[in-house]
């Protein structure tokens, strides 16, 4: 176990609704990364937050958004659903401190659009 | 659970046997590699990481080995045993405007070991 829960485990939504996926993150941990993985793929960064603040973002269009709370949970935002954006949603906890690479993603979300 | 990489290369191995997978990144700007394994249902887990400025890494029963002349990155797991099965990834970070974790991930290598 990583310490990394995401909330809910799966969903299914209608195109063009909104969805919103959370993620606590492991304890002492400040920086949350979220990816998309499409099936039989690997993970895509989607962006990181830290303190807060979005801290980098991968090429994925603004109807996905994001937010961080003070005690470094977060959530993943993702308007007018379209069917390509089925995946699994991973985030990852990290702390945000020199040299450390080391990232611990929870299970994900399974968010299936029809 | 979840199926994870469903078409991706697959890699048999006997148990005992050492297991070597291979993955080339794109972008010599990269600042440090990580291999993941993801088993089904489950997100993808650490496993060992190594800076731009080594080549060679050992942990536990593992080895990444990065040639940075040909963009090339394996890992190389000793006495794989009936638990190495799963998906296996690299990943590069190559954080726009700096930083950590924010990761490009390649396609993945599924390791399906027979006792």
């Known amino acids: 176990e990583t310490g990394v829960t995401q909330s809910p485990t799966h969903l299914i939504k209608t195109r063009g609704q909104q969805v919103t996926l959370r993620c606590s993150s492991q304890?002492?941990?400040?920086?949350v990364s979220w990816y998309q993985q499409a099936l039989g793929q690997g993970p895509q960064f989607i962006f990181q937050y830290y303190r807060e603040e979005e801290n980098g973002r991968g090429n994925f269009p603004p109807r996905f958004s994001g937010l961080q709370f003070p005690n470094y949970s977060s959530e993943l935002n993702v308007n007018a659903l379209e069917l390509d954006d089925s995946a699994l949603y991973l985030c990852?906890?990290?702390?945000?401190?020199?040299?450390?690479?080391?990232?611990?993603f929870g299970q994900g979300t399974r968010l299936t659009v029809v | 659970g979840e199926s994870v990489g469903l078409h991706l290369p697959t890699l048999s191995v006997q148990e005992g046997d050492n297991s070597i997978i291979n993955c080339a990144y794109s972008?010599?700007?990269?600042?440090?590699f990580i291999w993941y394994k993801q088993e089904s249902g489950k997100g993808p887990q650490f496993i060992i990481d190594?800076?731009?400025?080594?080549d060679k890494r050992q942990g536990q029963r593992v080895t990444v080995l990065l040639n940075k002349t040909v963009k090339h990155l394996s890992l190389q797991i000793a006495a794989t045993q009936p638990g190495d099965s799963a998906v296996y990834f690299c990943a590069e970070n190559r954080p726009p405007g700096g930083g950590y974790n924010k990761l490009i991930f390649g396609a993945g290598t599924r390791l399906a070991v027979h006792p």
């Open positions: 972008n010599s700007a990269s600042d440090y």
């Open positions: 304890s002492g941990h400040n920086t």
């Open positions: 190594i800076r731009s400025n080594m």
């Open positions: 990852a906890s990290s702390l945000a401190q020199q040299g450390n690479t080391e990232a611990f």
